[in-house]
């Protein structure tokens, strides 16, 4: 009963540099959610994505930041050109249903550092 | 501008006392409010849901929610020094795609 798997865990990337986070969702869930989260702060949202589709992506800075969810394979939230404020962790959540109906379940986050 | 307004806490509680934790919104439309507990370096789990009016009993906790004075809140009963957290509220607005989450509130139980 696997729940929402990220990876990696820990990300290291030099300025200009890409970023690559992956994120399955649990079994039977369709709806994918990433946030970001700095040190004391809470949880930014950034975009919401059902299969192939991008439902929201109002939080997703318009620039060096991308997001799929293929119909097969992990989700992929892409940063490329990576500059030292991008260093925060990156939560991805899942859902069987859309926001309205139901909860979040979070995955173990990656810790992106910028050097 | 919709928001989640949470106090930053610190929130000190004696052992054995119960932690009551606050939670405003702005959208009066709101209408699916989640309760999260965050430890440090680790990723947010979920209490509890609440999505009518009035109390959800779960365990030692227990979730409050007036929709006319959009405010929810998260009683805990025998608080316990393992519920030292970050406890973040989160609310989905009719209409909206996604969930926002409060910044949180620093619980400390004071063994």
């Known amino acids: 009963n696997a729940g929402v798997m990220q990876n990696p865990r820990h990300l290291v990337r030099r300025r200009g540099q890409e970023a690559r986070l992956r994120c399955s969702p649990m079994k039977g869930h369709s709806h994918v959610y990433w946030y970001r989260q700095l040190p004391e702060e809470g949880l930014k949202f950034m975009v919401y994505?059902?299969?192939?589709?991008?439902?929201?992506e109002s939080g997703m800075p318009k620039e060096r930041f991308s997001a799929e969810f293929p119909k097969e394979g992990p989700s992929i939230l892409r940063i490329q050109q990576v500059v030292r404020g991008d260093s925060a962790a990156y939560f991805c959540?899942?859902?069987?249903?859309?926001?309205?109906?139901?909860?979040?379940?979070f995955g173990n986050g990656t810790r992106l550092t910028v050097t | 501008q919709k928001e989640v307004e949470q106090n930053s806490g610190p929130l000190s509680v004696p052992e054995g006392a119960i932690a009551s934790l606050n939670c405003t919104y702005s959208?009066?439309?709101?209408?699916?409010f989640f309760w999260y507990r965050q430890y440090s370096g680790k990723s947010p789990e979920l209490i509890m849901s609440i999505y009518s009016n009035g109390d959800k009993e779960d365990g030692r906790f227990t979730a409050q929610l007036n929709k006319a004075s959009q405010y929810v809140s998260l009683l805990i009963r025998d608080s316990q020094p393992s519920d030292s957290a970050t406890y973040l509220c989160?609310?989905?607005?009719?209409?909206?795609?996604?969930?926002?989450f409060g910044k949180g509130t620093r619980l400390h139980i004071l063994p």
């Open positions: 959208d009066r439309v709101s209408q699916s």
């Open positions: 994505l059902q299969k192939e589709n991008i439902i929201d």
């Open positions: 959540a899942s859902s069987p249903q859309g926001p309205k109906n139901s909860p979040l379940h």
């Open positions: 989160a609310v989905n607005i009719e209409g909206d795609d996604k969930i926002i």
